[in-house]
């Protein structure tokens, strides 16, 4: 793609690869300030470090609580980022998302709006506010390709989809990550001496729970994919897997309770097998493992009466539902 030469994970020399991004960073915003968001995933997290090495406290960091991620997911980074000296602002824009969200169903659609209302509306107002001229972000090159290709709109493309930042939200975004993949983006999260918790964490969507829920996206289907998702991600933490997920699907089924018919919701967990999510294979599970986590959905998760499991590889699966 134009521009953007792709440096593998084994080619990637991850210390001198901070000090260059670094250095770019701080010339470029100046004297000026930026803002980044950050969600807690490996990319994000990287490039938080870097850019607080570069401009240090010239460089405000804001989580956008958008009422779609998941369990304690705020609190626990911002307490994580403590640690190494980030504060990091927790600004609750849960109405927004809602509001954005109700009624759409269309995938492309809910995308569209998760991206409007991030980099439109809530960092919009943050730049204008904090008076800033760039927003530094994670994006890495498996977002812009997948973008590019048309299968799913990354949240956070723009430049290659012929968008101009700048004129359509007001400000500049700067992409430290853009030249690496997943297994790139970690090296360079472990070598700023994040956690190992954290630079191999599992990927996280940036239109997070509302990417797996099929149909509308609304507080209380969220709250099933959230509690849902938890227990996949209790069960299947030692699985050893590269992504495993809960997935809220729109039909209804009939199922029984009580002796009586319930008709009800269908949860269907994913768990997969990759290097760089660009292709991926289902996990071979141990059936009791899944017959396990089955167990525990239909039990903890308020009116679900079916767990299935996706055997189906990436292409033509994608990975997220959405
Ligand atoms: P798909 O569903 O496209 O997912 O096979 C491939 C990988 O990308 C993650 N993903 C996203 N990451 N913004 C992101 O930053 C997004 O909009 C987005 N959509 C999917 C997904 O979790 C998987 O790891």
């Known amino acids: 793609m134009a ?5 593998k994970a084994a080619d990637l020399n991850a210390q001198s690869f901070i000090e260059k991004k670094a250095k770019e960073i701080a010339e470029l915003v100046g004297d000026g300030e930026a803002i980044n968001a950050l969600s807690g995933g490996v990319d994000s997290s990287a490039v938080t470090m870097i850019g607080h090495k570069a401009l240090g406290s010239k460089l405000k960091t804001y989580f956008i609580d958008n009422g779609l991620m998941r369990k304690d997911e705020p609190q626990q980074i911002v307490s994580l980022f403590k640690k190494f000296g980030v504060e990091v602002k927790v600004i609750n824009a849960q109405e927004d998302f809602f509001n954005a969200l109700k009624g759409i169903t269309d995938p492309e659609k809910k995308r569209e709006a998760i991206t409007q209302t991030f980099y439109k ?3 919009g107002k943050l730049v204008k506010e904090s ?11 498996t977002d812009i390709d997948e973008t590019v290709a048309g299968i799913k709109r990354q949240h956070n493309v723009f430049e290659q989809l012929g968008i101009d930042p700048q004129e359509a939200f007001g400000y500049e975004i700067i992409e430290p990550m853009v030249q690496l993949r997943k297994d790139g983006a970690r090296k360079v999260a472990e070598a700023l001496g994040l956690p ?15 990417a797996r829920v099929i149909g509308e996206a609304t507080p209380k289907r969220i709250e099933t994919a959230r509690i849902s998702t938890q227990v996949i991600e209790e069960e299947l933490a030692s699985s050893g897997a590269f992504q495993y ?9 009939t199922g029984m309770r009580d002796g009586k018919r319930d008709f009800g919701l269908q949860i269907e967990i994913r768990c997969w097998d990759s290097i760089d999510a660009r292709t991926a294979t289902p996990t ?11 167990k525990r959905i239909v039990a903890e998760v308020p ?9 189906t590889t990436k292409p033509p699966s994608t990975m997220e539902a959405i």
């Open 284 to 294: 071979r599970l141990p059936f009791d493992t899944l017959d396990k986590v089955a």
């Open 196 to 210: 190992k918790s954290l630079f191999n964490r599992m990927p996280f969507p940036g239109p997070a729970l509302s």
């Open 121 to 123: 509306d809530i960092f």
């Open 303 to 311: 009116g679900v009466v079916s767990v299935t499991y996706n055997i």
């Open 3 to 7: 521009g953007v030469i792709e440096i």
């Open 245 to 253: 997920m809960a997935i809220l699907h729109q039909d209804k089924v």
């Open 131 to 141: 008076g800033a001229k760039y927003l530094l972000q994670g994006t890495i090159l």
